[in-house]
């Protein structure tokens, strides 16, 4: 493991794109508890938590049920092609991606419990990676170079953008309103306020030591303090661990903590979903 600044202290779910796994990381560990061929479930990019040992996992096809304490899997709905996330609110699983169910374009399919799909909207575009809700009653999109704010119907509401935004990859509204986004190869975070100005930029490579090696700005998450981890995804490819650090840290103001990497563990970290407080068994 190899650390600069502060040490990190972390549990999460790791998306390696690089070898195609999803795993279960401690960083006080040199093993993964669990770690899961993603050979059949391919192109998993989004995350997130249903329960205290319950995750939601989005990939190409569709999307999986896991519990995190063991890896299993659980439920697989595979019914699609070129899924880029999904989200469940409501009790519904909003399915994103391009081209899905005879629509072309961008696409947000409701699926129920049992897999059927009850409602469906779409809106010109051609590219699309992680979604979530802004609200009760919108969406957030990532749109390659920018972030489209939406109905529930996928009309647009605002946007959100910055200079060096290239396959932004995640939006989160915070509870004061701002929006942070995550830059893709732009390898930087930004603030918007709620009407869409820039508010703020942090985590470029200038203002690191050079051995970070900001590449690609994946996803982040917010820790209970209001700090942010961020994934630094460093290339495509089962040998990219070595480059730069895999796991970023930053105060909620934006100032840099810490890094983590474990090339050993971790060839390209692009999904992260944290788990401290997931229940310990035996």
Known sequence: MIQIGNPIQARFL?????????????????????SLDLADLPLARSMQRLGPDLALVGYDRGFFELEISTGTVLKTVAKWKQVTAVWRQDGVTLVTGTDLEDAAGVVVLGVDADGAVVSRARRDGDYVRLMQAGSSDSYLLCTNDHILETTTDLQALRRFQAEGFLH??????????TTLVSAGYGAFIARFAADGALLQTFGRATELPAEIAPFFYA??????????LVANWQGHGPDQGGKGRQLLEFTAEGQFVG????????SSLQGLLLVDDLPRRG
Do not use: N, V, Y
Not at 219 to 228: V, W
């Open 219 to 228: 996803t982040f998450q917010i820790r209970a303090d209001g700090s942010l």
């Open 168 to 177: 932004a990859w995640k939006a989160q509204r915070m509870a004061d309103g």
């Open 259 to 266: 890094s983590w990497s474990a090339p050993d563990l971790i």
């Open 14 to 34: 790791a998306i390696d794109e690089g070898r195609q796994r999803l795993s279960l990381i401690d960083t006080a560990r040199t093993t993964a508890f669990w």
